[in-house]
């Protein structure tokens, strides 16, 4: 089991700009999906980026205005959010598959994943 620690979370004004870190305590195979989810206050959680070897995947509401990338050096997983919106405002959480599920992530809450705590993000109009 990883333990996977998110910052970088806060507040900020619509149009502005933070970039979530997700610092895992063991070595994640490239090959696994690493993910960025989010859950605002009444909704489910959904996916909102993915990375592996292979590819990245985005949720329609992040293309164009977030991007995920993976420094390897330092076992961490950002998330590049520009263009902020109210509607991004939620509770954003890192998780990683624990095996290999296929060349194409996807964003879903089921599978055997770990999960962080969670880094709050909330956008002003």
């Known amino acids: 089991q990883v333990q996977l620690v998110e910052s970088g979370g806060g507040s900020v004004q619509a149009g502005g700009s933070l970039r979530l870190s997700c610092a895992a305590s063991?070595?994640?195979?490239?090959?696994?999906?690493i993910y960025w989810f989010r859950q605002a206050p009444g909704e489910e959680r959904e996916g909102v980026a993915a990375?592996?070897?292979?590819?990245?995947v985005y949720d329609d509401s992040a293309k164009g205005r977030f991007t995920i990338s993976r420094d390897n050096a330092k076992n961490t997983v950002n998330l590049q959010m520009n263009s902020l919106k109210p509607e991004d405002t939620a509770m954003y959480y890192c998780?990683?598959?624990?095996?290999?599920?296929?060349?194409?992530?996807?964003?879903?809450?089921?599978?055997?994943?770990?999960w962080g705590q969670g880094t709050q993000v909330t956008v002003s109009s």
């Open positions: 063991a070595y994640i195979p490239r090959s696994n999906c």
């Open positions: 998780a990683a598959d624990r095996a290999y599920r296929g060349m194409t992530c996807r964003m879903e809450i089921s599978g055997n994943k770990d």
């Open positions: 990375i592996n070897s292979y590819s990245t």
